[in-house]
């Protein structure tokens, strides 16, 4: 017992931990936390030196972390939304109001869900109502007064000056590798539907560069389009979290995409105090790791 009582997990130790898995290295969460690269490392090397076990994995050639770091962050995302769940409820006021609040399917299920949790939580007296629905559609529901604020995709030379950044990820055109394309033919285009931009730009950038689309298969999910493409049905447009070992992408033969951005767009006149709290949390989470993570 007296050897448990002698150790402590550190909060911003597990900060620093999670951020390494947010951003894919140490150097790369050092930049993100606003701290220098051995001020991470000396936070991860104490918290192994109290654990007695390694968390990263510092072989050549090895993975980011060892199996302890891996089960270690399992619980430093329970214990972190539980520590600033407590920080939060001691520290707010007693908010009352309604949220109309848009989330594309692809953040319904991430670091978003999290938050959002927790805020109803905190605040039983603010009424959030979530449509999901695709990015274009929400920006015009925005527009038209419909919704106070939504979670969007855009591209990056979209985003506005009031807009919160969660999150930057490439967008690459991809096939399986056993698809063959006929240079002669049209190439197979695999597509979102109706309402996606990423359909529209592809479309528009085809004609203006040459390159005849025709759209083969049409589905509103992700998980759809994925299975689309590792079945050979044609080509692609998808992101960084979408990619899985046997696609190809596409570098050369089609315009390169736009990056692409997640972020938190309010309604042009919706201002009141419990949607600021909210997007001030979103905010304050952004903050303290440098991007939120979308599920894959």
């Known amino acids: 017992m007296n050897e448990i009582n002698a150790r ?22 050092a930049e993100a936390l606003g701290l220098t690269q051995s001020a991470v490392s000396h936070k991860i090397k104490r918290m192994e030196t109290s654990l007695g076990c390694q968390l990263l994995d510092r072989r050549p050639g090895g993975g ?18 539980l520590h600033d769940e407590a920080l939060i409820t001691f520290a707010r006021s007693d908010l009352a109001g309604r949220i109309l609040l ?14 959002l949790g927790r805020f109803r939580r905190q ?19 925005l527009e038209r007064g419909e919704m106070d604020v939504a979670i969007v ?3 990056a030379h979209e985003v506005r000056p009031t807009d919160l ?18 240079p002669e033919g049209p190439i197979p285009f695999l597509s979102f539907d109706g309402d996606c931009f990423y359909r529209r730009w592809a479309i528009d950038i085809g004609q203006d560069g040459g390159a005849e689309l025709e759209t083969v298969f049409e589905c509103s999910s992700a998980a759809g389009i994925v299975a689309a493409v590792n079945a050979g049905l044609g080509v692609a447009l998808l992101s960084d979290r979408h990619l899985r070992p046997d696609m190809e992408i596409l570098d050369n033969s089609l315009p390169a995409p736009p990056q692409l951005v997640y972020v938190v ?17 979103i905010e304050t989470e952004v903050s303290r790791y440098g991007k939120l993570a979308l599920a894959g």
């Open 265 to 281: 767009r309010r309604a042009k006149k919706t201002r009141n105090p419990a949607l600021e709290s909210l997007i001030s949390e």
């Open 153 to 155: 995709q855009v591209f």
């Open 64 to 81: 980011m972390f060892t199996s302890e770091g891996t089960a270690l962050l399992d619980y430093a995302a329970k214990i972190l939304d």
């Open 8 to 29: 402590r997990l550190d909060i911003d130790a597990l900060r620093a931990l999670r951020a390494i898995r947010l951003h894919g290295g140490v150097t790369r969460a």
């Open 102 to 115: 848009g989330l594309t399917e692809d953040t319904t299920c991430s670091d978003l869900s999290r938050i």
């Open 123 to 141: 605040h039983p007296h603010v009424a959030v109502r979530t449509k999901v629905r695709m990015s274009l559609v929400l920006r015009a529901m």
């Open 165 to 182: 950044v969660l999150f930057r990820e490439n967008l690459h055109w991809v096939k399986s590798r056993e698809l063959l394309l006929d």
